[in-house]
């Protein structure tokens, strides 16, 4: 770049979110669908915050000042954002309000980024609830092995089998677990990072 030239804009967003969907007194999501790989993510998440803030749950909390956005909506939105990698409760919070349909259901009533902060310190174990059910739900998509057409089965090890390995299930668990953990933990970093 020459001294004359304009610095270059970063960019153009290109994560699209729908928060929209998330704002207060939607119609219930209706339970899954049979295959619910054609559920969109909105859906899935509105549903899944809802099954995880059901009594007999973790128990969700929103914090009051300045949000008419009830718990259970907020925990959706902020799954959601986090499943997106969006972990920035600023960025967030700037999300919220650049989303025209969200804003006007809560009256302009937006969560600021500390609200937003404070209710994943208080919720982490409902917003973890939450990303896990998305986590399984990708796990079950997708085939664990792929064959090519017309291809040969592979010939069997002349090695004696090694030590036993964690059935399928086990595995799927610990991904869930950990993905859904580390999604959390970038967001409280990246939270730090700009308190400081």
Same mark, same amino acid.
């Given at each position: ?33 049979? *295959?619910?790989? @054609?559920?969109?993510?909105? !859906?899935?998440? +509105? ?9 007999? @749950? ?16 907020? =925990? ?17 919070? *700037?999300?919220? !309000?650049?989303? #025209?349909? =969200? ?14 902060? /404070?209710? +994943? /310190?208080?919720? &982490? ?5 939450? =990303?896990?059910?998305?986590? +399984? &739900? !990708? /796990? ?11 291809? /040969? #089965?592979?010939?069997?090890?002349? !090695?004696?089998? @090694? ?14 677990? &950990?993905?859904?953990?580390? +999604? =959390? ?5 990246? *939270? ?5």
């Amino acid at each position: 770049m020459s001294a004359n030239e304009p610095p270059k804009k970063p960019p153009e967003e290109t994560k699209v979110l729908n928060l929209g969907k998330f704002a207060p007194n939607q119609p219930e999501p209706p339970s899954p669908p049979p *295959d619910p790989s @054609g559920e969109s993510q909105t !859906l899935f998440f +509105r549903r899944a915050a809802s099954e995880t803030a059901d009594p007999g @749950g973790p128990g969700v909390v929103a914090p009051k000042a300045g949000n008419a956005i009830p718990a259970k909506e907020l =925990l959706g939105a902020v799954a959601y954002c986090y499943a997106k990698g969006v972990y920035s409760s600023s960025e967030i919070e *700037d999300r919220m !309000l650049r989303d #025209p349909k =969200l804003r006007a259901a809560t009256h302009d009533e937006i969560p600021n980024a500390q609200a937003i902060r /404070r209710f +994943r /310190r208080l919720n &982490r174990e409902a917003i973890q609830q939450t =990303l896990e059910k998305w986590y +399984r &739900r !990708l /796990r079950k998509s997708k085939p664990t092995t792929a064959v090519m057409p017309g291809a /040969r #089965p592979p010939e069997p090890s002349p !090695l004696p089998p @090694g030590p036993a390995t964690a059935p399928a299930s086990e595995n799927t668990a610990m991904f869930v677990k &950990r993905e859904a953990s580390e +999604r =959390l933990d970038k967001a409280a970093f990246i *939270d730090n990072m700009e308190a400081d």
